[in-house]
Each structure stands twice: as C-alpha cells, then as structure tokens.
C-alpha cells in the first residue's frame, strides 16, 4: 500500500540552528501538508501546498518557516532558526486529486535543546 | 477556538464490548469528517470517514454516525480489541483543499 514517507525519523539540533524535514508523499497525490503535535497537545495544521505553491497557512507557520518541492518526488519543511517551543512531532501528509482523505506520515520528532 | 471537539480526554473499555468515541464541531461548512487512530511516536493512520451526505457509514468492526443538526459524529467500535487501545482523533474540513482540523484527540484503552 502506498505511503508517505518522512525522514528523519528524530533530529535534536541545537536553538538557532536551521532544521530540514523531508518527505515523500504518495506517488499520484496533488496536495501536500505539514501538520505538528507537540507533546500532550492536538495535531496542528502548519501549512498546505498546491501547484508549487502554499494555498493555506496557519499562524504557527511564520516567517521561520519554509516549504518547497524541490523535484518531482520530496516535499521539505524548513525551519531557519529553531527554538525551543518547535520541538514536537512533524507530520508530513497528502491528498489526491480526487479523494478527500488525508494520509499521513510516521513522523519525524524533532527535539530543540 | 477549537472548531472540532472531543471532550473525553480518555476512555475504558472491557474486550469485546462497545468503544463509542464523540466529537462536536462547531463550524457548519465541515462536510467531511475523519477519524484516525495514533499510537504513540507514530503518525495518525486513517480509519473511516463520512461526508456530510450521509449518516452512517461502517466498515468493519468501525462505524461512524453523523448527526449533522446536532453538529455530532461518533465512532463505534465493536467488538472492541486490545489492539484498538490508541488516541483516536476526529477531523473534519470543507469542500476544495482546506486544512483538516483535528479535535485533541480520546486516548482508548481496551482491557482483556
């Protein structure tokens, strides 16, 4: 069964430094997201990406923060300068043209110390 | 402003017995609704879903209900397994490529 996959699978990386999340969505699939879950709390919408291009962001997703498509296969997640409060669980997601069913990734926990 | 709710941090249940998860939304545009199933450390895996059209829909041992004047979805689960015992979030969106905003999630603990 296809799935999205995401690597890493855990970073710790140091306050201020830039962070690269990458993923793989499904193969066919047109719309991508980035959701988090920082420990004990929901799951956050951060951004979703259509057409090479951002559709939808939320507050969360500041200037801090990146996404790009750079071929035809990754979708990345940048962080430029991390803090402490990003450390939670990245989750990379996709959609198909026609189903209105997200899937989701495993994961990549990312730890700011 | 929490558009999706689950208001049962946390639920028990007997093996083989009835799991029924709710969820409130609050926002009348949803039309779609989904659950997921999250084990910890791991991302939500998708269960069942239900558009707004319909009032059941049921796959397997997983039902889901929407009752859509009371704004209310509910996940039944039966007979319920050990195996089923995770966080189980609700989510909803609207039509065109919309974010998916989740409740904060029922954690489900299936006693053998």
């Known amino acids: 069964e296809p799935e999205v996959t995401q690597t890493p699978s855990h970073q710790v990386t140091q306050m201020g430094q830039e962070v690269i999340l990458r993923c793989v969505p499904i193969s066919n699939h047109l719309y991508f997201y980035w959701y988090r879950q920082i420990l004990g709390q929901k799951v956050e919408f951060l951004v979703s990406f259509y057409n090479n291009e951002i559709s939808e962001k939320s507050e969360i997703f500041d200037d801090q923060f990146s996404v790009e498509r750079p071929d035809g296969s990754n979708f990345t997640l940048k962080i430029r300068s991390t803090k402490l409060e990003d450390s939670a669980m990245y989750f990379c997601?996709?959609?198909?043209?026609?189903?209105?069913?997200?899937?989701f990734g495993e994961g990549s926990w990312l730890t700011v110390v | 402003d929490q558009q999706v709710k689950q208001n049962s941090p946390s639920l028990s249940v007997q093996e083989g017995r009835i799991s029924i998860l709710n969820c409130d939304y609050t926002n009348s545009m949803f039309d779609y609704f989904l659950w997921y199933k999250k084990y910890p450390a791991e991302g939500p895996t998708f269960l069942i879903s239900i558009s707004s059209i319909k009032d059941k829909n049921e796959d397997g041992r997983f039902t889901v209900f929407l009752n859509k004047s009371a704004k209310h979805l509910s996940l039944h689960i039966v007979p319920s397994q050990p195996g089923d015992s995770a966080v189980y979030f609700c989510a909803a969106r609207d039509s065109g490529n919309t974010p998916l905003v989740f409740g904060k999630g029922t954690r489900l603990s299936v006693i053998a």
């Open positions: 997601a996709s959609r198909g043209w026609t189903g209105n069913t997200i899937y």
